[in-house]
């Protein structure tokens, strides 16, 4: 394991004592390979998979050329979804504190334009967008890019895979052609190298370790019938007993076969796929991430940019096309120091794709055998968490601090029974215990918050 400091690099001393408060101490390795070449002002293509601390590597890039002084977007992130544009936000606030007065606004699809433009005209120093709603502010005339010393694609396979290659280029051409360019990618395929090349000048490469350690993610390996397919997840979960696993399936058909399949035998089984609305998108994602679902069916281009932690479980319903997209569905689970599961069904039709990922990671299979999946003891698998919907927003100047102080005042309840507060425009989402959610739904839906009252359900 790296054990570089990060107070060996060349950091503002106010950066490292941050870094140290929220528990960074040592470097991961893609830190380590990565940030001396970017603190030295290099382009750097970096290939390091998900979870390994990319964000925190290009964060503390982009902050130290930042001058607070001048407000104008100096930094700009191009992430693959809403989702990932919001938590790398998050974390270069976070990255940031020790910096007075630096704003970072998000740019994303989904959300109105007014607010957003608002946002700009106040003036920003770090924006974090995905590329269609970045190419539509500069169509627009409210997004100006002049002043950006550097540019971050973040997961840039993942937004060529999803389209956004015309609109990378018109923001890339939207930029001053002297600056900082960081890419990072989980893969390196040829299409990204032709991009590379395209806008990026003479660029430090960085490659860590793609395959995930054994002995942190447990790999099995069945062995089935097609036709029985649907019917192995279900016992699968009755034997694992997970509380949050992510199943792949290779199309949003069978998406849809396994959600029905799974609600029909009384699992808690929710959808993610693409051409979803992003209100249904929202709602789906804050449910799992909530632990108010327990299984998040997904494709792989509708799971990209996701960054779901502590997850027990990962399931291959359909045996990955590509082995590097095996590897990274099954980097969902085992994040940081924790223990993962990744099991992959497999088919006769399916005995090609899984030698490829057998070769790519050079290691046998784990092959196990169907009849040892018993039910574990436990009833009926439910999720800890019932989620509640409340038809009030950020339009509403609604706050996570409202809604709890609502639930724990008028609605009786103690801290620790109520979970993850998701505020979007329009709408909130709110764990809740399951013990006490019909009780919370009861009193909250009678109370007011912040002296007005709000239409609200319980989803389950």
């Known amino acids: 394991m790296n054990k570089a400091k990060f107070s060996s690099l060349n950091l503002p001393d106010a950066l490292v004592s941050n870094l140290d408060s929220l528990g960074y101490h040592s470097m991961t390795a893609i830190q380590a390979a990565s940030l001396p070449a970017i603190l030295d002002n290099r382009d750097v293509i970096a290939q390091a998979k998900t979870g390994s601390g990319k964000t925190a590597a290009f964060g503390l890039g982009l902050l130290t050329s930042i001058n607070p002084r001048w407000f104008a977007i100096q930094a700009l992130v191009l992430c693959p979804t809403r989702e990932l544009a919001d938590q790398v936000a998050q974390e270069i606030r976070r990255l940031a504190r020790s910096i007075d007065n630096v704003k970072v606004i998000t740019l994303c699809g989904g959300t109105p334009m007014a607010p957003q433009r608002a946002s700009l005209e106040h003036g920003a120093h770090i924006v974090v967008g995905t590329p269609g709603r970045l190419q539509d502010h500069l169509s627009r005339g409210t997004l100006e890019l002049a002043g950006v010393k550097t540019l971050v694609l973040d997961e840039a396979d993942r937004m060529v895979d999803m389209g956004f290659i015309e609109e990378i280029v018109g923001i890339v051409r939207a930029c001053p052609r002297q600056r900082q360019t960081l890419m990072f990618s989980a893969t390196y395929p040829d299409n990204i190298r032709k991009l590379a090349e395209q806008f990026m000048k003479n660029p430090h490469m960085v490659q860590v370790e793609a395959l995930h350690d054994a002995g942190q993610i447990e790999q099995w390996w069945y062995e089935i019938d097609p036709d029985h397919r649907l019917e192995v997840v279900a016992r699968i979960l009755q034997s694992v007993r997970p509380t949050s696993a992510l199943a792949f399936c290779n199309t949003k058909q069978r998406c849809k076969e396994l959600v029905d399949a799974l609600q029909q035998a009384g699992y808690s089984a929710i959808a993610l796929y693409g051409e979803l609305e992003q209100r249904d998108r929202d709602q789906v994602l804050a449910r799992f991430a909530s632990k108010s679902a327990t299984v998040l069916v997904a494709t792989d281009v509708a799971a990209r940019g996701l960054d779901i932690k502590e997850l027990d479980l990962v399931i291959n319903v359909d045996v990955a096309h590509d082995p590097e997209v095996h590897i990274h569905r099954i980097g969902r689970t085992g994040r940081g120091e924790k223990h993962g599961l990744a099991l992959t069904l497999v088919s006769p039709s399916d005995a090609r794709r899984a030698s490829a990922i057998e070769e790519y990671q050079k290691a046998d299979l784990n092959w196990e055998e169907l009849d040892d999946l018993k039910p574990a003891p436990g009833g009926a698998l439910l999720p800890p968490m019932v989620m509640l919907e409340i038809a009030g927003g950020k339009r509403d100047k609604l706050r996570p601090g409202d809604i709890l102080g609502a639930l724990t005042g008028e609605g009786g309840l103690s801290g620790p ?44």
Not at 448 to 456: L, R, S, T
């Open 417 to 460: 029974q109520v979970g993850k507060i998701t505020v979007f425009e329009f709408n909130t989402f709110v764990a809740l215990d399951r013990h006490i959610a019909e009780q919370a739904f009861g009193r909250l839906s009678r109370g007011k918050i912040k002296a007005k009252q709000y239409k609200m359900r319980l989803l389950d």
